[in-house]
């Protein structure tokens, strides 16, 4: 439910979403990215957004994946790539990811 509210808070913003559950693998294991954008905030570089609802937080594994992905990047692990951002499976990927916090409560 609050992906469905973040994918059109994202629209509102001007981001264009690239990919859904974008899988990622780091030396830390594999990501899950909710959302992989461009646009908005971003301008033409990927961004990658983290659903929080209520009070839920990311993990200490999953803020090292991100830095991983953000400094020394990644390689797409999602079947079929990344269509939308022109990415194949086992294409390397760089990216900061933020987090967007929805409560429905």
């Known amino acids: 439910m609050g992906e469905i509210a973040v994918a059109g808070a994202l629209a509102e913003r001007g981001y264009t979403i690239l990919g859904q559950q974008v899988y990622v693998r780091v030396p830390a294991g594999l990501r899950i ?3 992989l ?3 908005g905030n971003a301008g ?5 957004f ?3 609802v209520n009070s839920s937080v ?3 594994l ?3 994946k991100d830095n991983q992905i953000a ?3 990644g390689i797409v692990a999602s079947r079929g790539g990344i269509p939308g951002a022109g990415l194949s499976y086992g ?3 760089k990216y900061k990811t933020y987090e967007m916090f929805i409560d429905n409560r």
């Not at 033409?44 to 990658?48: E, H, I, K, P």
């Open 33 to 35: 990215t909710d959302f």
């Open 37 to 39: 954008v461009t646009g």
């Open 44 to 48: 033409r570089t990927l961004a990658g």
């Open 50 to 52: 983290e659903v929080k």
């Open 58 to 60: 990311r993990s200490s």
């Open 62 to 64: 999953q803020i090292l």
């Open 71 to 73: 400094t020394t990047g």
């Open 91 to 93: 294409d390397p990927i």
